[in-house]
């Protein structure tokens, strides 16, 4: 497998390299796809990654998609029909069934208002099944920008389909090789399986119009595949969008499932699609798609705007590239291996799919009230204390408020009583709260009526009891940052206060944390954690590690405790609890202990091939890990401005950080074989704390550490953690 890689990606890195040589670097756009820009940064990404593994869960639950940064659609080739847990490309499968605008960046987040646009020769056979046709994996080119892959029909010549894309539009280009009856075929709805409950088959009633003037089939797709989450249920969600085709209908019709109602123009079904036939010398269809969440209007304007009629598929897949580019040279390795590099970029190229951009020209559709609003930035605690700006923060406060007093939290007048009356969900005594359960709405907050009584999450009431008891104390914290930063010093003051309830589930007797039942009583060591157990979610308190610490009895025993989880086997790097775990021996006056665990992670759980993820991506964790770590530094606290220094790992990382056009170069020389830190300075002054603020980072200039190949006692007393916010 990792030689099949390798073909794949040293395939677009081959040509573009052949190009320089003859001179053709930053070749005009409209001279070829790859290669240009150039960037080293973006060559070595490889979307491959994370694709493999044998079990959903084993898996990054990553798919070759192309798009920008932060895109609002990704297209990508489709092997199979994607639901919850099943990715729409699974690189085991022979056939492509067409390309699907999708809206699903992660493995276990349902698809939702999708597009499908598929090539055919010969009779047109519109079901799924039927008109996938075969390829194989070395003749495909898959880049960050840019994927092409030759089609083989059974019965004969080949189509040689490509993509690009922008945020919202996918470029499409089928050249069409000793074929008959070259056809398109767009799909609208589908009827999917919704969760993963393969017993229930969710039908979705979908429109796709035809037009031979416009040379456009446009439709709409209500297609939601968390439908089952209510009672509210976004009736008014859909995808819409606009194919534009470069070439004539010579003939066309609409299809549902396998059959086809020739000649007609229009129809609002299941399973519903739009086919249109090209003249039989045609060799060439050059189509894009613009798509929206508010209306075919939209999509159509989407589609003049970001790609406009004469753009051809080397510009887009040029202008794709250099999104990429612009991103990911931000920052420069030396010292890194080839491998390295991929594992680093391609990590990069994954946190930077997420979040997606939902506005429109300045609107956006909101499922959260099924209607379009107007345009209001996302908010986070981190973004205010790190100083990002140009959004309105008291639009923002005025959000967390919202979900503070309509979910989460407390009615004003009472906030700053203990007892205060709270107002949970609907019904949140009654409902369990199991994963993705039927009928249950906005759970933010849910079993808050207990918690904001007793300080806990009842586990005889709620699952997961347990982990939404820490994850509470950790988001009282990080409400009370953005009340603080606001101006509401009286919120800020109560929800800090009651940020300790994690101590409320600490279990004395056995030194772990475990869920309570609503009686008080302790729920037993297994019941009430999410995708995890006691050892992961005891070190689950990422806001005040110097209490956690005092509870664990001190500095020396917490030590022993991290020893004992690592050395256990209890460590599980493929899920998000346990990533803070190594930078907590930093904080407990062990730095070397975790530089080694680090090192030993980042080498055991993380590699360049296509399984190269030891666990699901999710919106990019797994590799914002890998990212930090080998950088230096990690934000155990994320809602805090420091983060706590682990073992870089290459000889030099050069960020640019746009914001405020400042350069931080570190130094680390002999990484590679050094993991441990012997001293570190910032800009010629001693840093003797294991601990960099983000103002010290952003500030730009020469972070070097002086490595050493033996455990030093660097960083082993820090009086600063044993006041900060970690
Ligand atoms: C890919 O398909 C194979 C064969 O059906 C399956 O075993 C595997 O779990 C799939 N991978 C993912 C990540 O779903
Ligand atoms: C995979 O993960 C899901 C979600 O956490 C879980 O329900 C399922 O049991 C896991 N399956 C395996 C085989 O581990
Ligand atoms: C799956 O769906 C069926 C039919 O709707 C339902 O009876 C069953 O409870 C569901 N199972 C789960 C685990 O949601
Ligand atoms: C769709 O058509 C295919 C091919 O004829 C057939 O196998 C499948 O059962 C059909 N699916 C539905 C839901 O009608
Ligand atoms: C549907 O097609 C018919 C002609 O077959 C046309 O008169 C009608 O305007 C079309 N409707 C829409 C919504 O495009
Ligand atoms: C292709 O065929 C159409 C008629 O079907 C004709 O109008 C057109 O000129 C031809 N184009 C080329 C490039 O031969
Ligand atoms: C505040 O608390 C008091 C006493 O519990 C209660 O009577 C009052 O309704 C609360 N105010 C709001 C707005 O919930
Ligand atoms: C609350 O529970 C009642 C009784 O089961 C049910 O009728 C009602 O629809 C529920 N309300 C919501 C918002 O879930
Ligand atoms: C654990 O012990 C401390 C100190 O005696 C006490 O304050 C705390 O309430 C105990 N925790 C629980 C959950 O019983
Ligand atoms: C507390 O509640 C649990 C679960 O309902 C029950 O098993 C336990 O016996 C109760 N403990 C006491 C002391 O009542
Ligand atoms: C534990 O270690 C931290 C980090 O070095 C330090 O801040 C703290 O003072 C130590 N605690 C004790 C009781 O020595
Ligand atoms: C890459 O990592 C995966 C997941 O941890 C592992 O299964 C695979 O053996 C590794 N491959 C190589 C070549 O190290």
Same mark, same amino acid.
């Given at each position: ?54 079990? %959903? ?221 090209? %003249? ?140 205060? %009356? ?215 606290? %994320? ?88």
């Amino acid at each position: 497998m990792p030689g099949l890689l390798l073909r794949f990606m040293k395939f677009a890195q081959y040509v573009a390299l052949i190009w320089s040589a003859f001179g053709y670097d930053d070749l005009p756009a409209s001279k070829f796809p790859i290669g240009t820009p150039k960037s080293d940064a973006v060559d070595h990404v490889n979307p491959m990654i994370g694709n493999g593994g044998d079990s %959903p869960n084993g898996s990054g639950g990553m798919i070759p998609s192309t798009a920008p940064p932060f895109a609002m659609t990704r297209w990508v080739a489709q092997t199979r029909e994607n639901y919850v847990s099943v990715t729409p490309y699974n690189q085991t499968d022979d056939k492509i069934h067409g390309f699907q605008g999708t809206h699903q960046p992660a493995i276990w987040m349902g698809e939702s208002g999708t597009v499908i646009v598929a090539p055919g020769v010969g009779t047109v056979t519109p079901s799924f099944e039927d008109r996938g046709i075969p390829f194989s994996h070395e003749e495909e080119v898959a880049t960050a920008s840019y994927y092409s892959v030759k089609l083989r029909p059974d019965s004969g010549g080949m189509v040689f389909a490509e993509h690009a894309s922008t945020s919202r539009v996918g470029h499409l280009r089928f050249t069409f090789e000793d074929v008959s009856e070259p056809h398109v075929i767009v799909q609208a709805s589908r009827n999917t399986v919704v969760s993963n409950n393969v017993s229930r088959i969710a039908v979705n009633i979908g429109d796709i119009q035809i037009s031979p003037e416009e040379q456009e089939i446009s439709g709409r797709n209500p297609e939601r595949q968390d439908d089952i989450l209510g009672p509210f249920t976004a009736n008014h969600f859909a995808g819409y969008f606009v194919a534009r085709f470069n070439a004539p209908f010579v003939s066309w019709g609409t299809a549902t499932n396998d059959t086809l109602h020739e000649n007609e123009l229009n129809r609002t079904d299941q399973q519903v699609m739009g086919y249109v036939r090209f %003249p039989e010398n045609t060799t060439q269809v050059d189509v894009r798609v613009g798509v929206s969440f508010i209306s075919i209007e939209q999509a159509r304007a989407n589609l003049d705007n970001e790609i406009p009629d004469g753009t051809s598929l080397e510009e887009t897949a040029y202008n794709t590239r250099k999104a990429w580019a612009d991103k990911l040279d931000l920052i420069q390795l030396e010292g890194a291996t080839d491998d390295q590099k991929t594992i680093f970029y391609t990590g990069f190229f994954h946190t930077l799919q997420y979040p997606n951009e939902q506005d429109e020209d300045g609107r956006y559709y909101s499922g959260y009230d099924d209607q379009i609003a107007t345009h209001v930035d996302s908010l986070i605690a981190e973004a205010m204390i790190k100083g990002v700006t140009g959004f309105d923060t008291d639009v923002a406060y005025a959000g967390v408020y919202k979900d503070a007093t309509v979910y989460v939290f407390l009615c004003v007048e009472n906030l700053t009583t203990a007892n205060a %009356p709270s107002r949970p969900p609907v019904n949140d005594t009654t409902t369990q709260y199991y994963d993705r359960q039927e009928g249950v709405g906005v759970e933010a907050r849910a079993g808050l009526t207990l918690y904001a009584q007793k300080g806990f999450v009842g586990a005889d009431q709620h699952s997961e009891a347990g982990s939404r008891t820490l994850d509470y104390s950790f988001d009282d914290f990080a409400v009370s940052v953005v009340a603080r930063q606001t101006g509401h010093g009286d919120v800020a003051d109560f929800l800090l206060a009651r940020s300790k309830n994690y101590q409320k589930i600490f279990n004395n007797d056995t030194g772990f944390m475990e869920a309570r039942f609503s009686n008080g009583s302790f729920a037993g060591e297994d019941v009430g954690w999410t995708e995890g157990d006691k050892w992961a979610y005891t070190f689950d308190v990422m806001h005040d590690v110097p209490g956690l610490i005092e509870l664990k009895g001190g500095n020396a025993s917490f030590v022993e405790f991290l020893d004992e989880h690592f050395d256990g086997g209890h460590n599980d790097q493929t899920n998000e609890p346990s990533h803070h775990i190594p930078y907590l021996y930093a904080l407990a006056g062990a730095p070397d202990k975790g530089q080694t665990r680090i090192r030993s992670i980042a080498a055991i759980d993380y590699n360049a091939t296509i399984d190269g993820l030891a666990g699901n991506e999710d919106c990019g964790q797994m590799s914002a890990w890998w990212l930090f770590s080998s950088i230096g530094f990690y934000p155990v606290n %994320p809602s805090s401005t420091l983060y706590v220094v682990g073992s870089p790992f290459f000889d030099k990382v050069t960020m640019k950080f746009p914001g405020n056009g400042k350069t931080l170069v570190l130094t680390a020389t002999g990484a590679a074989t050094k993991p441990y830190i012997r001293s570190l300075t910032l800009n010629g002054q001693s840093i003797t704390e294991p601990l960099l603020s983000h103002e010290q980072i952003i500030n730009g200039g020469e972070l070097v550490f002086e490595m050493s190949e033996k455990p030093e006692l660097w960083g082993s007393n820090s009086a600063s953690v044993a006041h900060s916010e970690l």
